[in-house]
């Protein structure tokens, strides 16, 4: 027994059978393993990615490549897999941010790197924001209002929005990050409204922009006030006093 415990394979254990023909290679293939030096072993792994297949014990599911491969991305997926990650791969087509989020007459279509220069050139009064700003926001509650920025962290994008919804009396804020879910869940943003002594604080995970963000805010994952908490902080002429930052995720794994 305790042998069996000593050589147990770190493989899908469901495939193997104690003592068995296919247990016994894979020791003697991690121990081989072993025996190779780092050189070699780097000189064998893009052998053994260049296959269509990826082994699960005896289980071969076939890998595809990302349709953005001749962009220069490199993700191999199941073809489950690969769909979703194509519809937020940071090499995809964008289509203006402002037509999908609030209706503008915008017909943009371009890369990831097109997106800041478009917005400058034909929206630039919605690239002000920084990563960490003091904003007097001021608010009217007879209509639906929007508002939409595109905030430039380093190399990354990120978009935030507010929506107001006059029906519902309720507003949103919520920040995206341009490019995919698992990247964009490295960061996080912290709101906070406040007065000369009250504060309402929230800090909420960015997601990827490839969601739509009524969809963010219907799951709940996003700042969200009502109208009579947000009057509780209005000082002088309609104005709210927000202080809102893009930071990394430090609780992140990737
Ligand atoms: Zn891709
Ligand atoms: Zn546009």
Redesign the pocket.
């Known amino acids: 027994m305790q042998l069996q415990f000593k050589f147990r394979p770190i493989c899908n254990k469901s495939s193997m059978e104690w003592g068995s023909a296919a247990h016994l290679n894979v020791k003697i293939r991690r121990s081989s393993l072993r025996l190779r030096s780092k050189k070699q072993l780097i000189q064998i792994a893009p052998r053994a990615l260049e296959g269509t297949t990826r082994s699960y014990g005896r289980i071969d599911l076939r890998v595809q490549s990302?349709k953005?491969k001749y962009r220069g991305?490199k993700?191999k997926l199941e073809e489950e897999e690969i769909k979703a990650?194509?519809k937020e791969?940071r090499?995809r087509w964008f289509k203006c941010e402002g037509r999908k989020f609030a209706a503008w007459n915008c017909s943009f279509k371009g890369y990831r790197e097109d997106v800041m220069n478009h917005f400058r050139r034909i929206h630039p009064e919605r690239t002000y924001m920084k990563v960490q700003n003091i904003i007097d926001m001021s608010m009217t509650f007879g209509r639906d209002s929007y508002d939409i920025e595109l905030i430039q962290k380093r190399k990354q994008l990120f978009w935030f929005k507010h929506r107001l919804l006059s029906k519902e009396k309720i507003a949103y804020w919520l920040c995206q990050y341009v490019g995919p879910q698992d990247e964009a869940l490295t960061y996080c943003y912290d709101f906070v409204i406040s007065d000369e002594v009250r504060k309402f604080a929230v800090t909420e995970l960015c997601y990827t922009d490839a969601l739509d963000a009524d969809e963010i805010y219907e799951s709940g994952k996003c700042v969200v006030m009502t109208f009579d908490q947000i009057k509780s902080f209005m000082t002088g002429a309609r104005n709210i006093h927000v202080y809102f930052r893009i930071k990394k995720n430090v609780k992140a794994r990737r």
């Open positions: 990302c953005y991305c993700v990650h194509e791969c090499y």
